[in-house]
């Protein structure tokens, strides 16, 4: 199209946009819809787009097919979630990105679309190469060079890789429209936030219900159970529960429970249900209503075959394999006597029917074709399994019978081991995906699998068949064996059988790790990707469910000869207590300690671990104070050190972030032990337990209240002199009000507790003043702009020591702390303030309190502090408080310069003026609260050449084009210029002048030194004065352009006429 300028031509109209009819926007065949009717030439973009977002859409829910998306009472965008919900090969991924893509596309108000860019969708990501590999339909091309299949990025795998920014982005969109978002997306967010952040419960069960009301059936079929593991009652009704349960049985779920109302003949009828479904197989024919007829019925099937119609999907299964899935016998041994289809016909995957047989549990039909011959020996091509795997899946009065035939009739391999690489899986070998709960299925060997399944009767017929009790997963090591993956799993009943059977618990791994440790430990290769939290809840139950499971399973192994206190050889010295606690695993814990593991046993640290994790991130946040007892049970010495920071259990759990109720409880529990903790103990810094606890930002007050009732001593000092107040006057959690009424809290508890003492000021001067250290509570309260804080600290004493050195490198007082937060404060709130450019947006600003810079602080802390900074200044300047520099110099004979008294040079206010305040679009004339800083200028303003120096280091900055002087300030300057002309003196004003016109005139001599002369420019009336050009500023940093030039490539210049008045401006190229 043909451009002008930088705007689409004016000539085009909306019938010059081209378009193949049914694939342009709805407005091209009808203008009305346009917003006011009104075609604009930019416009046409905008068309490109809803053209690029029904070709994506028809690609991956139509096949390249026209889509339709008028649908009456329903929105285009509705429509299109719709499709995408329908297209099952859409891996969720994928599916999340198309929905946010196409919504900017598809827009109804052209003006609201996105523009066609290479980011709308990421190609290279694993969800787009696993839909392009299953959306393949040849048979004879093989994968897609670079693609993994849809099993690497499904289930707990695709949720337990995504990255934290798409799953934050995920849960706003949930929170802005619940209810038309994806019920598998809800679920495995639901996984996917599993203790990863504080009180995480809530949020879980939210997903995992609503996902369950929008029909999601995984959900619906483990909702019972995680509510009655966190003690919720449900909020559907019984009857609806037990619905949700068989018909999750009856779509292959293994961990459905018997109960008041669901019998086991109940579970045994939806088992049926699945097998005559297909079972496990999840083949394409599966999805063919009409082929699933035709091999129902024998003579539609010997009709199909007469055809020569032998493959009936792209996986190159024949109608013998669907026959054989659906437990057709009759329509099975026509094919086979009459129409002469071999028994061992293989599918592209070398699956033959009696593999299909096994997978849905068909008896009747794995008889008949052992009986005619079949084989099952042969492997499958990509997972190298066998028909023994599924043996689990028959009923249980067939499982020995069926087993000894596969093995000596059929030569089926007992030990036969799944084969896969991981490096296409992001590390983790991949697992066959299946539907329900734990979703992915194990690695190894019939007998893992069997394992896995819970299945005894499969479990006794393999081994009593010469399978290897002790099998590993290929080319692992002893962490994979069924016993040590049902010890992590927590099964206690298949460790007991195996356990009886032989099964070894006392081997090692490599890294000298015994099956104890292996309870707790984490290994995705080993134990699948779901966070080991879900098995609990779905195996076990509620917390005392999972107690009682877990210290049983200690027991079990514990008997069965495995060390307890065994230490590991990587990572050194880790007992099997030891890596519970740092996989914040409290049931294994819980059992390693009830069942006796030395918790002060190889590297220590175990009670520590344990004081500082939060309940709220625990698999049952309510376990934490049981799990704290039995730990500390287990400890000899409750005032061990830490190793690097030497903080005993007590520091811990008083500096971490538990709820109150927590700290109150872990604390009851170690003062009630026969030899409680010394309460006054110090770690490397010389901090008690009290000083910890005042900095800590849940409730600090409450927590030293707690302690000084326990005998806390509040006189003792850190290692760098600090006392016990200093943590209240630094704690952001603390208002002004709120700091001073808790020192005189604290002091009037020293009168208390000593008969000598009459008052606050008395138990002061005695404990505190003498101390060097105290000072620095009173630089921290000034810091903090705490009013009556710095006056309580004054009129206890501390004035007699107001110019004491905070710092001899540089020699600070407590003024000089004061100025510099001081100034600090101003700058970060007029910088915040001025991104907020309307008026009603900065009144917003300012009600809700965020304007105030980057800062720990609450909002109303933060504004008590801006306001209260001022305020400080003014009280320690009328209490006789100095400048370090006004105090002479310290052992150096020069005078303080600028530098020495501004380490950070743009914090002086004057300084920082010049290079910034024009530039955030205030003056110093109109900035918020100006003559409230009238302090901060008159105390910056030193020594006597302060401007020469202020100058100074602005010269330097702007040879190194650091700082360009904004017009604004230029143009104040020379007005300031102008004014003095003519006056022989100047009065020193009563308050500081803001801004200082003598400095503005010194900036303004100094540029004219500094600027380029333009001999061959002259200005009317103005011959006798030398031109200058100075590089300037002319915008602002929330105007047009930013920090950057008008034009790019181009600087903006101002010409300076003599050191007096400014002339014209241009713009030259750099």
């Known amino acids: 199209?043909?451009?002008?300028?930088?705007?689409?031509?004016?000539?085009?109209?909306?019938?010059?946009?081209?378009?193949?009819?049914?694939?342009?926007?709805?407005?091209?065949?009808?203008?009305?819809?346009?917003?006011?009717?009104?075609?604009?030439?930019?416009?046409?973009?905008?068309?490109?787009?809803?053209?690029?977002?029904?070709?994506?859409?028809?690609?991956?829910?139509?096949?390249?097919?026209?889509?339709?998306?008028?649908?009456?009472?329903?929105?285009?965008?509705?429509?299109?979630?719709?499709?995408?919900?329908?297209?099952?090969?859409?891996p969720s991924g994928l599916r999340m990105q198309l929905r946010r893509a196409l919504k900017g596309l598809l827009a109804e108000d052209p003006w609201s679309r996105v523009l066609p860019n290479p980011d709308l969708l990421n190609t290279g990501a694993p969800a787009y190469t696993t839909w392009l590999s299953v959306s393949q339909t040849g048979r004879s091309g093989g994968q897609h060079a670079g693609t993994a299949g849809n099993i690497h990025n499904r289930g707990p795998n695709f949720w337990r890789r995504l990255d934290t920014a798409v799953v934050t982005e995920l849960e706003e969109q949930y929170s802005t429209s619940k209810?038309?978002?994806?019920?598998?997306?809800?679920?495995?967010?639901?996984?996917?936030?599993?203790?990863?952040?504080?009180?995480?419960?809530?949020?879980?069960?939210?997903?995992?219900?609503?996902?369950?009301?929008?029909g999601y059936s995984p959900a619906r079929a483990v909702y019972a159970q995680l509510m009655h593991a966190h003690r919720r009652t449900p909020e559907f009704k019984n009857e609806i529960l037990h619905k949700w349960t068989l018909q999750a049985v009856a779509e292959g779920y293994l961990f459905a429970k018997t109960s008041s109302t669901i019998t086991q003949e109940d579970l045994e009828a939806a088992k049926q249900k699945f097998r005559d479904a297909g079972g496990y197989a999840t083949d394409p024919f599966l999805k063919k209503k009409n082929m699933l007829e035709v091999a129902r019925d024998t003579h539609k099937a010997m009709a199909f075959v007469a055809e020569n119609k032998n493959v009936v999907d792209k996986k190159g299964n024949t109608m013998l394999h669907v026959a054989a899935a659906l437990g057709a016998l009759d329509v099975l041994q026509k094919l086979v006597e009459e129409a002469k289809i071999p028994v061992d016909i293989q599918n592209d995957n070398l699956e033959t029917p009696l593999y299909k047989a096994f997978q849905a549990g068909q008896v009747r039909v794995i008889d008949y074709l052992l009986d005619k011959g079949a084989k099952a020996s042969t492997l499958t091509r990509q997972e190298k399994l066998t028909t023994l795997h599924w043996l689990f899946t028959l009923p249980e009065d067939s499982i020995r019978r069926i087993a000894t035939r596969l093995v000596r009739e059929a030569g089926a391999l007992i030990d036969a081991q799944i084969v896969t690489v991981a490096e296409v899986s992001g590390g983790t070998p991949p697992r066959i995906h299946i539907l329900h709960f734990p979703f992915e299925l194990p690695l190894g060997t019939p007998l893992h699998w069997a394992a896995f399944a819970r299945s005894k009767p499969a479990m006794e017929a393999l081994l009593d068949l010469g399978a290897n009790i002790n099998a590993t997963y290929h080319d692992s090591d002893v962490g994979s064996t069924p016993l040590f993956l049902a010890a992590w799993y927590g099964e206690a009943e298949v460790a007991s059988f195996l356990l009886s059977r032989g099964a070894k618990a006392t081997v090692k791994d490599p890294k000298g790790r015994n099956i104890l440790h292996y309870m707790a430990y984490f290994v995705p290769n080993y134990h699948g990707s779901l966070p080991y939290s879900w098995h609990y809840w779905v195996r076990h139950g509620n917390w005392d469910d999972h107690m009682a499971q877990a210290t049983k399973l200690v027991r079990l192994l514990v008997e069965a000869g495995a060390d307890i206190n065994a230490e590991s050889q990587v990572p050194r010295q880790m007992t099997p207590i030891r890596i519970a606690s740092e996989e914040w695993n409290g049931g294994v814990a819980y059992a390693l300690a009830t069942v006796g593991a030395d918790a002060d046993a190889g590297r220590s640290g175990t009670v520590h671990k344990w004081a500082s994790i939060r309940g709220a991130e625990l698999t049952y946040p309510e376990s934490y104070l049981d799990i704290f007892r039995s730990v500390t049970q287990r400890s000899k010495d409750i005032d061990a050190r830490g190793e690097f920071d030497e903080n005993t259990p007590l520091h811990e759990v008083v500096a971490a972030m538990h709820e109150e109720d927590e700290v109150e409880g872990a604390c009851d529990i170690m003062f009630a032990r026969d030899s409680p903790p010394d309460i006054n103990a110090v770690n490397r810094k010389k901090w008690t337990a009290l000083y910890y606890a005042l900095f800590t930002e849940r409730d600090p007050a409450r927590r030293a209240r707690y302690l000084i009732k326990k005998g806390a001593d509040l006189t003792i000092r850190t290692y760098d002199g600090k006392n016990i107040l200093f943590p209240i006057t630094y704690n952001v959690v603390f208002s002004d009000q709120?700091?001073?009424?808790?020192?005189?809290?604290?002091?009037?508890?020293?009168?208390?507790?000593?008969?000598?003492?009459?008052?606050?000021?008395?138990?002061?001067?005695?404990?505190?003043?003498?101390?060097?250290?105290?000072?620095?509570?009173?630089?921290?309260?000034?810091?903090?702009?705490?009013?009556?804080?710095?006056?309580?600290?004054?009129?206890?004493?501390?004035?007699?020591?107001?110019?004491?050195?905070?710092?001899?490198?540089?020699?600070?007082?407590?003024?000089?702390?004061?100025?510099?937060?001081?100034?600090?404060?101003?700058?970060?709130?007029?910088?915040?303030?001025?991104?907020?450019?309307?008026?009603?947006?900065?009144?917003?600003?300012?009600?809700?309190?965020?304007?105030?810079?980057?800062?720990?602080?609450?909002?109303?802390?933060?504004?008590?502090?801006?306001?209260?900074?001022?305020?400080?200044?003014?009280?320690?300047?009328?209490?006789?408080?100095?400048?370090?520099?006004?105090?002479?110099?310290?052992?150096?004979?020069?005078?303080?310069?600028?530098?020495?008294?501004?380490?950070?040079?743009?914090?002086?206010?004057?300084?920082?003026?010049?290079?910034?305040?024009?530039?955030?679009?205030?003056?110093?004339?109109?900035?918020?609260?100006?003559?409230?800083?009238?302090?901060?200028?008159?105390?910056?303003?030193?020594?006597?050449?302060?401007?020469?120096?202020?100058?100074?280091?602005?010269?330097?900055?702007?040879?190194?084009?650091?700082?360009?002087?904004?017009?604004?300030?230029?143009?104040?300057?020379?007005?300031?210029?102008?004014?003095?002309?003519?006056?022989?003196?100047?009065?020193?004003?009563?308050?500081?002048?803001?801004?200082?016109s003598e400095l503005l005139r010194k900036i303004l001599s100094m540029l004219a030194v500094a600027g380029k002369p333009d001999s061959s420019t002259t200005t009317p009336n103005e011959k006798d004065q030398k031109a200058v050009w100075v590089n300037a500023r002319e915008t602002t940093k929330s105007g047009p352009n930013g920090l950057h030039p008008t034009i790019p490539g181009h600087i903006f210049q101002v010409e300076l006429l003599g050191n007096r008045s400014l002339g014209d401006t241009r713009r030259v190229k750099e």
């Not at 049914?22 to 917003?35: C, F, K, N, T």
Request: charged content about 25%; aromatic content about 8%; proline content about 6%.
């Open 179 to 214: 209810s038309s978002f994806d019920s598998d997306v809800l679920f495995g967010l639901a996984q996917r936030i599993t203790r990863t952040r504080t009180s995480y419960i809530d949020q879980l069960l939210e997903y995992v219900t609503e996902s369950a009301r929008g």
């Open 738 to 996: 709120q700091s001073h009424d808790l020192i005189i809290e604290l002091l009037s508890h020293l009168v208390q507790a000593e008969a000598g003492l009459t008052d606050t000021s008395q138990a002061y001067q005695k404990y505190f003043l003498p101390a060097p250290g105290n000072i620095l509570t009173l630089a921290e309260a000034a810091r903090a702009g705490r009013v009556q804080t710095v006056k309580l600290l004054l009129d206890l004493g501390l004035e007699r020591d107001i110019n004491k050195f905070v710092d001899t490198d540089p020699p600070f007082t407590v003024l000089d702390e004061a100025v510099l937060r001081a100034s600090s404060r101003r700058q970060e709130h007029l910088e915040s303030l001025a991104s907020f450019t309307s008026a009603a947006a900065r009144q917003r600003a300012l009600a809700a309190g965020i304007v105030y810079g980057k800062t720990s602080e609450s909002p109303t802390r933060a504004e008590e502090a801006y306001s209260g900074c001022p305020k400080v200044l003014s009280l320690l300047r009328s209490r006789g408080a100095k400048r370090g520099s006004e105090l002479g110099p310290l052992g150096s004979s020069e005078p303080p310069s600028i530098t020495d008294m501004f380490p950070k040079y743009f914090l002086h206010p004057d300084i920082w003026d010049v290079m910034d305040l024009y530039w955030l679009g205030f003056t110093p004339e109109s900035q918020p609260h100006r003559h409230d800083w009238d302090i901060l200028y008159e105390l910056s303003r030193y020594p006597e050449d302060w401007r020469d120096q202020v100058v100074e280091i602005l010269r330097e900055m702007y040879k190194d084009a650091l700082w360009r002087p904004d017009l604004k300030m230029m143009q104040r300057a020379a007005k300031a210029q102008l004014q003095a002309v003519g006056k022989a003196t100047q009065e020193k004003p009563a308050v500081p002048e803001v801004p200082d």
């Open 1 to 90: 199209m043909k451009r002008h300028g930088d705007s689409w031509g004016a000539k085009f109209t909306i019938d010059d946009y081209r378009g193949t009819p049914g694939w342009v926007a709805p407005e091209i065949q009808d203008p009305s819809q346009l917003p006011g009717a009104a075609f604009k030439p930019e416009l046409m973009p905008r068309f490109d787009s809803y053209s690029l977002g029904l070709t994506i859409l028809s690609i991956f829910v139509k096949r390249g097919e026209l889509v339709d998306l008028d649908v009456d009472d329903e929105s285009r965008f509705d429509v299109v979630i719709s499709l995408l919900r329908e297209e099952e090969s859409i």
